[in-house]
């Protein structure tokens, strides 16, 4: 009876095992493609230097931000241990608003944003096709933006660009599939508050 336990007991530790390495996907690479929303510029006040030269008082003001959101390439190496990963990415985001001061409608703010950034990410599930991660990113995002007053007026278009150190917290991200599969990732910075794309994972 006791050598029939001690069997099973082995035989159900291996079992176990062998299911958790199976279900390890072993792939080292992922590649990924994103679209994000709600970037920073959407929430941090719009002073810049060219704003502050047009208008030394500072006091314009922003009204009806769109955006239509950013796109981001992203190349992710996995550990062995198939748990920690970095990476770097490289995106594209834009907006657009009216800019008033003192009340007088002055022209309309357009901005485009590049950044490149590393990155670095905790896979803390790993099961199958269900992957779940947090992480961070920090880079460099360089804009340029053009202030085009109306039609009417007789003033000149305005240029000028913003330099800024970026970042990225990711919360939570969840990853549904093997070799090919969607994810979704939630934090705030540079791709945004929400973070949806596809990824291919290789060997």
Not at 55 to 84: A, C, M, Q, W
Not at 112 to 132: C, D, K, S
């Amino acid at each position: 009876m006791k050598r029939l336990l001690l069997i099973l007991i082995i035989a159900f530790f291996s079992q176990n095992s062998f299911s958790q390495d199976y279900y390890r996907s072993y792939d080292h690479h992922d590649i990924m493609i994103g679209y994000g929303q709600f970037i920073p510029d959407q929430f941090k006040s719009v002073k810049s230097s060219m704003l502050n030269d047009l208008y030394p008082d500072r006091r314009y003001v922003r009204d009806n931000y769109s955006s239509i959101g950013t796109i981001f390439f992203t190349y992710r190496h996995i550990f062995k241990n198939e748990l920690f990963m970095w990476g770097i990415t490289a995106g594209i985001s834009n907006s657009k608003s009216e800019i008033y001061n003192v009340g007088q409608f002055e022209g309309e703010l357009k901005r485009q944003f590049y950044t490149v950034a590393i990155e670095w990410e905790y896979r803390y599930v790993n099961q199958g096709p269900v992957q779940v991660y947090s992480g961070l990113g920090l880079g460099f995002t360089y804009a340029t933006e053009t202030l085009t007053p109306p039609s009417e007026s007789s003033k000149s278009e305005s240029a000028g660009n913003i330099s800024n150190i970026a970042y990225q917290v990711n919360v939570a991200g969840v990853r549904l599939g093997k070799k090919y599969g969607g994810f979704v990732e939630l934090g705030y910075g540079y791709k945004g508050i929400i973070n949806v794309g596809f990824s291919v994972q290789l060997f």
